[in-house]
C-alpha cells in the first residue's frame, strides 16, 4: 500500500493540473471565508474599513480589472509553457519532460493566477446593495489586491525561471541530484543489511533452491515502475516460503514474462498469484521511483544529444559525465547491497533481481564514450572520472568494471589523429588512473 501511495504522489507532483487544482479549491474557500468575515464583522464604520475604503462602482471596477488582466497573462503563461516544453524536447529529449513538469515554482505560478481569477470572480458576485445600501466586502478586496500584486511577482519569478530553466548546466545539475536522491530512495545503508542486527537463520543458500519451482507472469504489458518490496516479505512470511523475484523496476514484461518464482507446492495457489501481481506497478513508461537506471539514461541522453553534428556541444556531455560520477560515487559510499531479504525472525523470505555496478556502470559510460570517439575532450573527462573513482572501488568486481572502461577510453582515444602534447596528456591520465586500479 505504501508502495502505491508513493507512485501515485509521484504521478501527482508530476502533472500540471494538481497544484493549480489545490491553489484553486483554496481560493474559493479563502474567499466563502473572507465574505462571511465582512458580513458579519466589518462595514464601513468599523475600524477595520481602511482596508478598502471605495464604493461599489470602484470595486466592480478593480475586481473586474484584475480577473481579466490576470487572465490574459495566465493565458500568455500557459503559451511560455508549451513553448518551454518543446524547446526542451528537442534539444534534450522526451524523458526531460517529466523533470520540467515537476518544477513546482511553475505548478504554483500557474496556480497563484488562477486562484486570483477565482477569488476576484467570487467576491465580485457579492458586491451588491443590501436593503439600499451599497455592500462592499473590504477585506475581501484587500485579499484581492494583494493577490494581484503577488500574481505580479509571481510572473518576473516565472520569467526568470523559464530562462534558467532552459540553461544546459541547470537541466544537467537537476537530473543529477534528483539521480543522487533516486540512489538514496532506491539504496538505503541498510538495504538488504536489516538495521536491527536481526541474525539471519537461513543461509543464502536457501535461497538457490527456489530457482526451480511454479513461474508467476506479469498480468499486463508495460514497464515495471515499482514493486512493493515490503508487501513481498509479508506474502512469503504468512506462506512460509522462499519467493525469487525475476524481474526488477525498469524491465519491459508482457504477460508472458516470468515475474516471481515460488515452491512448486504453491502452483494451484491462485489467491497467491493474484496476490504478487498485484504488488507490480507496470505503466506506459520507465520512471524513476525505484530505477536508477532510468535517471541514469536521462543524463546520457542529454549528453549523446549534445555530442550530436547538429548540436556539438562537448561541455554539456562532460558535464553530464561529472554529475554520473557524482552518482557512481554517491552508490559507492553506501555498504554492498545484499539480494536477500529476511524478516523479523531472521528468515530467508525473498530474493531480489538487482541493479550490479557493472550494469550502472556501463549504462552510465558506455553511449557517451560510443558517441564521443571523435572528441578527445570528453574521452578526457571520462579518464578523469574515472580516476575520480578508482579510489573509492571497494570489490574487484568493482575495479574490473571500471579499468575495462578505462581501457577502451584509452583504446578509442589512440584512434586519433592527435599531437604529441595531447597524446602525453591522455597518457597521464590513463597511467594515474591505473596506479589505484592495480
Not at 504522489?9 to 474559493?28: A, D, H, R, T
Not at 513461474?215 to 515499482?226: D, E, F, K, L
Not at 578523469?384 to 568494471?401: G, I, W
Request: with cysteine; net charge negative; hydrophobic share 45%.
Amino acid at each position: 500500500m505504501r508502495t502505491r501511495l508513493i507512485h501515485l504522489w509521484e504521478l501527482l507532483i508530476s502533472s500540471y493540473w494538481f497544484v493549480p487544482g489545490i491553489m484553486l479549491l483554496l481560493s474559493v474557500l479563502l474567499a466563502v471565508l473572507t465574505l462571511w468575515i465582512d458580513s458579519e464583522f466589518i462595514d464601513d464604520e468599523q475600524k477595520f474599513a481602511w482596508f478598502y475604503t471605495g464604493g461599489m462602482a470602484g470595486a466592480r471596477e478593480i475586481l473586474s480589472t484584475i480577473a481579466s488582466a490576470i487572465m490574459t497573462v495566465a493565458a500568455v503563461i500557459f503559451s511560455i509553457t508549451m513553448l518551454t516544453l518543446t524547446q526542451a524536447s528537442a534539444q534534450f529529449g522526451p524523458r526531460l519532460l517529466r523533470n520540467f513538469m515537476r518544477d513546482f515554482g511553475n505548478q504554483f505560478v500557474m496556480g497563484l493566477f488562477i486562484a486570483t481569477f477565482v477569488y476576484s470572480l467570487m467576491v465580485l458576485r457579492r458586491i451588491h446593495d443590501v436593503e439600499g445600501e451599497d455592500f462592499v466586502p473590504h477585506l475581501s478586496m484587500t485579499i484581492s489586491l494583494i493577490l494581484a500584486v503577488l500574481s505580479m511577482c509571481a510572473l518576473v519569478y516565472f520569467i526568470h525561471n523559464i530562462s534558467r530553466s532552459l540553461q544546459a548546466p541547470q537541466v544537467v545539475a537537476r537530473v543529477g541530484h534528483e539521480l543522487i536522491s533516486a540512489i538514496d530512495r532506491v539504496y538505503p545503508r541498510h538495504v538488504g543489511n536489516d538495521p536491527r542486527n536481526i541474525q539471519p537463520i537461513d543461509s543464502p543458500e536457501r535461497g538457490r533452491d527456489t530457482r526451480d519451482g511454479h513461474v508467476i507472469t506479469a498480468n499486463s504489458t508495460g514497464y515495471i515502475q515499482a514493486i512493493d518490496q515490503e508487501g513481498i516479505i509479508d506474502i512469503a512470511r504468512d506462506l512460509d516460503i522462499i519467493i525469487r523475484m525475476q524481474r526488477r523496476p525498469g524491465h519491459f514484461v508482457t504477460p508472458s514474462t516470468p515475474v516471481a518464482v515460488v515452491p512448486d507446492q504453491q502452483r494451484n495457489n491462485g489467491d497467491l498469484t493474484a496476490r504478487i501481481r498485484k504488488l507490480f506497478i507496470v505503466g506506459d513508461e520507465r520512471s524513476a521511483e525505484q530505477d536508477i537506471e532510468f535517471s541514469i539514461s536521462q543524463l546520457v541522453e542529454i549528453a549523446v544529444r549534445s555530442l550530436s553534428p547538429s548540436i556539438n556541444d562537448p561541455f554539456t556531455a562532460m558535464t553530464c559525465l561529472d554529475w554520473l560520477a557524482a552518482s557512481i560515487e554517491a552508490l559507492l559510499s553506501k555498504p554492498p547491497p545484499s539480494p536477500y531479504r529476511y524478516d523479523d525472525n531472521g528468515r530467508l523470505r525473498v530474493v531480489t533481481d538487482m541493479s550490479d555496478f557493472e550494469g550502472v556502470v556501463d549504462a552510465a559510460f558506455n553511449q557517451i564514450r560510443q558517441n564521443g570517439i571523435n572528441s578527445l575532450a570528453v574521452l578526457i573527462r571520462l579518464m578523469e572520472v574515472l580516476n575520480r573513482l578508482a579510489p573509492q572501488l571497494h570489490t574487484e568486481e568493482q575495479r574490473r568494471a571500471i579499468r575495462r572502461h578505462l581501457d577502451q577510453a584509452m583504446s578509442e582515444a589512440k584512434r586519433l589523429p592527435l599531437t604529441e602534447p595531447d597524446q602525453s596528456s591522455v597518457r597521464r591520465r590513463y597511467e594515474q588512473a591505473l596506479e589505484h586500479l592495480v
